[in-house]
């Protein structure tokens, strides 16, 4: 469960919508009424959503898998990437690069490349360079860093996104869908939310409802990660336990032996008695 309730979304300025005029139809069971030509968003139905997509994420980040968050928007940029980096999930603020998740391979090699760039400019050969050269290298290495640091330890497919604006973020939402990657999503009331697999009903433009939203999504991937750390913690010792048990009984059947070999003799040596008298 999250720790959101209806009075903070309410001062966060959650339960606006856009206008009349520019809704979607699919939103309507979330819409609560409308007041001077602008929905109201029911943000009771928010805290429910809110709720399982915070337990349905927590669950994929305990199983160490990674969660991408997407938000390109102005307002939401420092928002995600300060609140994101401290749980170490992978970001996209600028400009989504096409076919990112479609086209993964080449997206890595990108990434490689721009490996590859800061390695020569820490090496040795780098003082060898002539200044035309170390000019073009810094350059192609900034918008490489720009575009693609912050999913450099994206090593593969994420098993799972997080948009703040599914239509600024159309082309990223089409490409989860077509991977069949679950997508968490805040939407607003002129967004479909049938496209995303967790919709949240909010205001995707304040930036106060923004924050709250992300930085829950946050605290459930943060208890998925400690949880997934007791677990391994857990583990290690029972493993340590198994092992003493089986030395035990080992070292009881060592001592048992020489006892059999003696019986043994014992019994022999009754049954040559009577063979020698004859």
Not at 103 to 114: H, L, S
Request: hydrophobic share 35%; aromatic share 4%.
């Amino acid at each position: 469960m999250s720790n959101v309730d209806f009075n903070q979304l309410l001062e966060a300025g959650a339960h606006f919508g856009h206008l009349k005029r520019k809704w979607n139809p699919n939103m309507a069971p979330y819409i609560f009424m409308e007041k001077n030509g602008i929905h109201i968003i029911d943000l009771h139905k928010t805290v429910v959503k809110i709720d399982e997509a915070a337990a349905a994420i927590r669950q994929i980040a305990q199983s160490g898998k990674k969660i991408l968050f997407v938000a390109t928007k102005k307002q939401a940029k420092e928002i995600l990437s300060e609140q994101v980096k401290a749980v170490n999930m992978p970001y996209v603020t600028e400009r989504w690069p096409g076919g990112m998740l479609t086209n993964f391979n080449t997206i890595r090699k990108a990434v490689k490349k721009m490996t590859s760039l800061e390695e020569m400019m820490n090496g040795a050969q780098w003082n060898n360079i002539s200044k035309r050269e170390k000019l073009q290298i810094q350059r192609e290495k900034a918008k490489l860093d720009k575009n693609l640091g912050s999913i450099a330890d994206l090593t593969h497919l994420p098993s799972a996104i997080f948009v703040v604006d599914i239509l600024k973020e159309h082309i990223a939402v089409a490409e989860a869908r077509k991977l069949n990657i679950p997508i968490f999503a805040i939407v607003d009331t002129n967004s479909n939310p049938n496209l995303v697999d967790f919709p949240i009903p909010a205001n995707d433009d304040a930036s106060k409802s923004i924050s709250l939203i992300v930085k829950t999504m946050c605290e459930a991937i943060q208890e998925g990660l400690n949880e997934r750390a007791l677990s391994k913690d857990k583990e290690e010792p029972e493993e340590t336990e198994e092992v003493e048990p089986e030395t035990e009984e080992a070292n009881k059947e060592d001592e048992e032996k020489p006892r059999r070999r003696r019986r043994i003799g014992e019994k022999s040596g009754e049954e040559k008695q009577p063979r020698s008298r004859k």
